[in-house]
């Protein structure tokens, strides 16, 4: 049977529990979708853990073909869904190794991970896997905060450090990290001063109001290049009033249309992973948070599937 099932062959509450239906391994697979349930990095809210399986619930409702891109992609990418990493819930260190391990193994095979998170302490081990097949990284980071605080409570390692210390370890190349739509208040200016420090591309919800999309999407595509390029989506990016179901909610962000163009404008850059996290089904009582990022993986997987039509593998 071809994968993925659509909703007009099996209705969407006949689930298999993998995003779209998709199969467990394919010999073929360019992409994986991988839950990573990891939540008690969160410094307010948790519930994330819960993110993985509520995602594929509601994966349920979309069709395997992408209008704007023109492509099926998960077929076009023989897609699989690996499951869970099996975190430890009260490790971060544990849970990083085994998130770590499993990355690393779809990253040596050539296959493009799709991370569910979980807080987005997650991405750090993704990124040391990536460090490992491929040096240094460019990061694309979709946020209403920067995560680049170094410590809170004394605690080096939760939802709000990630990329201060992956710039400690060298996992990323700065002048080619974009970090896209920080917004909201601030315990000082430093909360800002650091990702500047660090060399990061900082640009605030206001700044990609006022430039534009297009304009963002070019200075980012022209700076990363071909360079390999990690994604990152925190759904608190988008305004509350299109995605309640996070953690550390921030007014005045973007709506679910307008986050979506900005993703579908990033064609032809060489992805080699991409995550979504900090999705809280407990607080999403319509599933209306869910539904926006497994629309959002779809969009992921397009990408892949478009570079590979462009280097002629489809």
Request: proline fraction near 7%.
């Amino acid at each position: 049977m071809k994968y993925p099932l659509t909703p007009d062959v099996k209705p969407e509450f006949c689930t298999t529990g993998s995003f779209m239906r998709l199969p467990a391994a394919n010999e073929n697979a360019k992409v994986a979708i991988i839950g990573m349930p990891f939540d008690t990095a969160a410094s307010f809210r948790v519930g994330a853990r819960f993110a993985p399986q509520a995602i594929r619930q509601a994966s349920m409702t979309l069709f395997p073909y992408h209008p704007i891109h023109k492509v099926y992609p998960f077929d076009d990418t023989n897609a699989i869904d690996v499951g869970d990493v099996p975190v430890i819930p009260h490790n971060i260190h544990r849970s990083y190794e085994r998130i770590e391990a499993a990355m690393l193994e779809l990253m040596q095979k050539g296959i493009i991970p799709i991370g569910l998170g979980g807080d987005h302490s997650v991405t750090l081990a993704s990124l040391r896997a990536a460090a490992k097949v491929h040096g240094p990284v460019a990061m694309i980071q979709f946020d209403s905060h920067t995560d680049t605080w170094d410590t809170y409570y004394d605690e080096k390692y939760w939802h709000g450090s990630p990329f201060i210390r992956a710039y400690e370890e060298n996992l990323l190349q700065p002048d080619k990290v974009f970090q896209v739509g920080i917004r909201g208040t601030l315990n000082h200016p430093g909360d800002l001063d650091a990702s500047y420090e660090l060399g990061y591309n900082v640009i605030t919800t206001p700044e990609l109001r006022q430039r534009g999309i297009a304009d963002v999407v070019s200075e980012i595509k022209n700076k990363i290049g071909d360079t390999p390029v990690f994604l990152t989506f925190d759904i608190d990016f988008v305004d509350p009033a299109f995605a309640p179901g996070t953690g550390t909610l921030e007014a005045g962000g973007f709506s679910s249309a307008e986050s979506l163009e900005i993703v579908r404008s990033l064609t032809d850059l060489n992805y080699i992973g991409f995550d979504l996290v900090e999705v809280l089904p407990p607080y999403d009582p319509t599933n209306i948070t869910s539904l926006l990022a497994a629309t959002l993986i779809h969009d992921f997987a397009s990408h892949v599937a478009l570079n590979e039509k462009k280097n002629g593998k489809k």
